[in-house]
């Protein structure tokens, strides 16, 4: 019997997103690439890393590093479609 190989949340939202086509209204895309991180979550994310590197990183701290690296994949997926509808907007004009 074949297993199934894993599908993570990152490729199915790809399939949701579908971030190579420019669909987005050029003003929703303009807003998309300003999202980020504030300052805070920022410096959680870098303490998280460094506690994941060194290996001192405790059990609840991964499941946060791994919500916080998940949603980032979610906003790169965004941008994506995002930098492609205004690139496409651009050529256009």
């Not at 086509?21 to 870098?46: C, K, Y």
């Amino acid at each position: 019997m074949m297993r199934e190989a894993t599908i993570t949340e990152a490729d199915i939202l790809t399939e949701v997103v579908e971030p190579n086509r420019p669909t987005l209204s050029p003003q929703l895309a303009e807003e998309l690439i300003t999202l980020h991180f504030n300052d805070g979550a920022t410096s959680h994310i870098r303490e998280l890393l460094l506690k994941n590197n060194a290996g001192t990183i405790k059990p609840a701290e991964t499941t946060t590093l791994e919500n916080y690296l998940r949603v980032g994949e979610f906003l790169d997926l965004l941008q994506s479609k995002a930098r492609l509808t205004l690139k496409g907007n651009t050529s256009a004009a």
